[in-house]
């Protein structure tokens, strides 16, 4: 028999009416966050939008995957099938409502031959199932919480607009079961079919009254969206497209030029104190944020007892929001300074964030702030600030002279036309004498190599300590000295021994007018031996590789690495890996600080220990430090080596 729409309902249409009242509110409430939203500063970086052409090519991907998708959910498997199930049920019962619909109006033969079989009787009873058990899931997961979800608080307001649903999709069922126990079994229909065999008479008034309620707790729920956390389905799609699609946190370079424009009103803030100092972005990510906690689960500064929880940043920015203290001037105070310096600046929580928000640009503005606004900073990252304006390196109390690192070697120095290739040897190598042998190895094979290449006379810092640490002043001090220094010397290649310089050239001094190729050593070696400029034996050693975070998750650096200690000996992997990595602690200037609770570089190092590997290999002479460092605490025995001291004592 063939399916009526509206059967055994009268004025059923009134339902689809009712539509209006429940859009209407949906449409307010989302007005309501955009409110909250747009008091953010309106900013938008110009220079590095991409082109009217080209913005469906970077933002429609992550709309669709990341927003609509949520690819990122699935990497907790069962969560993310949950989700998965609850999503696409619904997404295919909502269009199975929407055929109904047009059958009603226009007589889309919906209804008929196999079309009605397999997708409105087969497909649709499988969807509300997936639908059903992902909510119940969804459901005992927050009856029964991980510690993710309660740490520092959980976020109220799911249980109403989950029981809705629930009620929505039980009481869908049982108006299948009861209209096909008052007539005749639907092919595939098997969930309505077995529910049917449970009524002994026709329940012509038990299925009016499921279909109205049903439609009114749809319509309901729908309406109640933007008034609870269920916003997310609204908010994380956008938030996920208007992601900056470049990994990591891009913090841009202020414009200090503004400062000094006699028109403007009001002096402009240095960092955010205030949620209203904050871009719109920044306020959407506030918004937007689940209270999921897959952002504490990963951070190494919560996972070691510091007083920092990008979810707890979060909570505390929402809090203030939701409450209307936009312009609270107390918001950093409520959020830290502690916490705030205790970020690495790791990026692992936005790697893990399944809605795309950027919680170390947050944590990094209050940074800013402190700093240039409010003179606080901890001892001795100050200490580190005031040894990088007055000497240009951060290594305060080093007894390493700027020259020492090359004694007994005849290092080439940058001649203008003459190299084709500027060796950054950076501030760590220079001054630190455990990194000054990576410093020296990659001079080796250069030169064994016969690349053409040199060095500064003067040793110099990219300026990235400074900005990691919130000084943005002396970064753009020392980075536009630097870009005039290069730009009289004519450099155009640049090789990097430190990721942390690599990010810094690459994202901040474009912007700057230093815009050059530039290759992290780890990369250029890679390079070196494909082509043949070095022959590299292998050896029995097993070798397991830390990802340096500056490399790896902000700069998507992971199989250049590993093709070259392949070469070398056996590689394994760290647990944490690649994407996943565990800092090393030295990140965000937490070289220089003073850790409370558990150091996080003896984590990491006890992790490398594990893999029984006989070198613990890195790209990163801060990671080199850090974990050379962590190792004392576990053996005596010197396992750690950066990449370009395995490559010159493996090259043939």
């Known amino acids: 028999m063939t399916r009526i729409p509206y059967w055994n309902i009268s004025y059923g249409i009134l339902i689809d009416l009712f539509a209006l009242p429940a859009v209407v509110l949906l449409g307010y409430g989302c007005y309501r966050h955009?409110?909250?939203?747009?008091?953010?500063?309106?900013?938008?970086?110009?220079?590095?939008?991409?082109?009217?052409?080209?913005?469906?090519?970077?933002?429609?991907?992550?709309?669709?995957?990341?927003?609509?998708?949520?690819?990122?959910l699935y990497r907790k498997?069962?969560?993310?099938?949950?989700?998965?199930?609850?999503?696409?049920?619904?997404?295919?019962?909502s269009i199975g409502t929407g055929l109904v619909f047009l059958n009603v109006l226009f007589g889309l033969p919906v209804f008929t031959g196999a079309f009605d079989?397999?997708?409105?009787?087969?497909?649709?009873?499988?969807?509300?199932?997936?639908?059903?058990?992902?909510?119940?899931?969804?459901?005992?997961?927050?009856?029964?919480?991980?510690?993710?979800?309660?740490?520092?608080?959980?976020?109220?307001g799911f249980l109403l607009p989950v029981s809705l649903l629930g009620m929505v999709l039980i009481s869908g069922f049982l108006i299948e079961a009861c209209r096909i126990a008052a007539s005749e079994p639907e092919p595939y229909a098997f969930v309505g079919n077995f529910l049917a065999g449970f009524f002994s008479a026709p329940p012509s008034?038990?299925?009016?009254?499921?279909?109205?309620?049903?439609?009114?707790?749809?319509?309901?729920?729908?309406?109640?969206?933007?008034?609870?956390?269920?916003?997310?389905?609204?908010?994380?799609?956008?938030?996920?497209?208007?992601?900056?699609?470049?990994?990591?946190?891009?913090?841009?370079?202020?414009?200090?030029?503004?400062?000094?424009?006699?028109?403007?009103?009001?002096?402009?803030?240095?960092?955010?104190?205030?949620?209203?100092?904050?871009?719109?972005?920044?306020?959407l990510d506030v918004e937007t944020c689940l209270w999921c906690g897959r952002c504490h689960e990963v951070c190494p500064a919560a996972s070691t007892e510091k007083p920092l929880s990008p979810k707890g940043v979060l909570v505390t920015m929402a809090e203030k929001l939701s409450n209307g203290g936009g312009d609270d001037d107390g918001l950093i105070d409520a959020v830290g300074m502690d916490a705030i310096f205790a970020c690495t600046t790791c990026a692992a929580c936005m790697e893990a964030c399944p809605v795309c928000i950027n919680q170390p640009k947050a944590i990094l503005k209050f940074r800013q702030n402190l700093v240039m606004e409010q003179s606080r900073i901890p001892d001795l990252m100050g200490k580190a600030n005031n040894s990088l304006e007055q000497r240009g390196h951060p290594f305060f109390g080093t007894g390493a002279g700027?020259?020492?690192?090359?004694?007994?070697?005849?290092?080439?120095?940058?001649?203008?036309?003459?190299?084709?290739?500027?060796?950054?040897?950076?501030?760590?190598?220079?001054?630190?004498?455990r990194a000054q042998k990576i410093a020296r190895a990659m001079v080796e094979v250069l030169t064994k190599a016969k690349i053409s290449f040199g060095i500064l006379e003067d040793a110099r810092c990219t300026g990235d300590p400074a900005k990691q640490m919130g000084n943005e002043f002396l970064f753009r001090e020392i980075a536009e000295e630097n870009v005039a220094i290069f730009d009289a010397l004519g450099v155009t290649k640049i090789i990097t021994l430190c990721p942390h310089c690599y990010n810094s050239f690459t994202r901040h001094y474009p912007p700057l007018g230093g815009t050059y190729q530039i290759i992290p050593h780890s990369v250029f070696l890679n390079r070196l031996m494909d082509n043949g400029a070095i022959s590299i034996r292998k050896a029995a050693d097993r070798i397991c590789y830390h990802d340096?975070?500056?490399?790896?998750?902000?700069?998507?650096?992971?199989?250049?690495?590993?093709?070259?200690?392949?070469?070398?000996?056996?590689?394994?992997?760290?647990?944490?890996?690649?994407?996943?990595?565990?800092?090393?602690?030295?990140?965000?200037?937490?070289?220089?600080?003073?850790?409370?609770?558990?150091?996080i570089n003896r984590i990491r190092a006890r992790e490398a220990f594990d893999t029984t590997a006989d070198i613990i290999a890195t790209a990163c002479p801060f990671c080199t430090l850090m974990l050379t460092d962590g190792l004392k605490s576990i053996t005596e025995e010197d396992k750690v080596r950066d990449i370009a001291e395995i490559v010159v004592t493996a090259m043939e």
């Open 34 to 72: 955009w409110c909250r939203i747009r008091a953010g500063k309106a900013r938008f970086d110009t220079a590095s939008a991409p082109r009217p052409g080209k913005i469906g090519a970077v933002y429609l991907p992550a709309l669709i995957t990341r927003g609509v998708i949520g690819a990122k």
């Open 77 to 93: 498997p069962f969560t993310g099938i949950a989700h998965g199930g609850l999503f696409w049920g619904m997404a295919l019962l």
């Open 117 to 156: 079989r397999w997708f409105m009787s087969f497909v649709l009873d499988l969807a509300g199932l997936m639908a059903l058990g992902g909510l119940l899931f969804l459901l005992l997961r927050r009856l029964m919480p991980p510690a993710r979800l309660v740490t520092p608080k959980m976020r109220k």
């Open 205 to 283: 008034d038990l299925h009016r009254y499921l279909w109205w309620g049903h439609g009114l707790l749809s319509l309901g729920f729908i309406a109640y969206i933007p008034f609870s956390p269920m916003i997310h389905l609204v908010l994380a799609p956008v938030n996920a497209a208007l992601a900056d699609p470049m990994p990591g946190a891009k913090m841009g370079v202020i414009d200090f030029a503004t400062f000094d424009d006699e028109n403007i009103e009001a002096m402009p803030t240095l960092g955010c104190a205030k949620l209203t100092d904050f871009s719109r972005k920044r306020l």
């Open 402 to 433: 700027p020259r020492d690192w090359r004694k007994g070697m005849d290092v080439p120095t940058f001649t203008k036309g003459e190299k084709e290739y500027l060796l950054w040897v950076g501030c760590s190598a220079t001054y630190e004498e």
């Open 548 to 599: 340096p975070c500056y490399l790896g998750r902000r700069n998507q650096i992971y199989d250049a690495p590993r093709t070259l200690l392949a070469a070398a000996g056996h590689c394994v992997e760290i647990p944490r890996n690649r994407a996943n990595s565990f800092c090393c602690g030295g990140g965000g200037g937490n070289y220089w600080a003073e850790e409370e609770g558990t150091r």
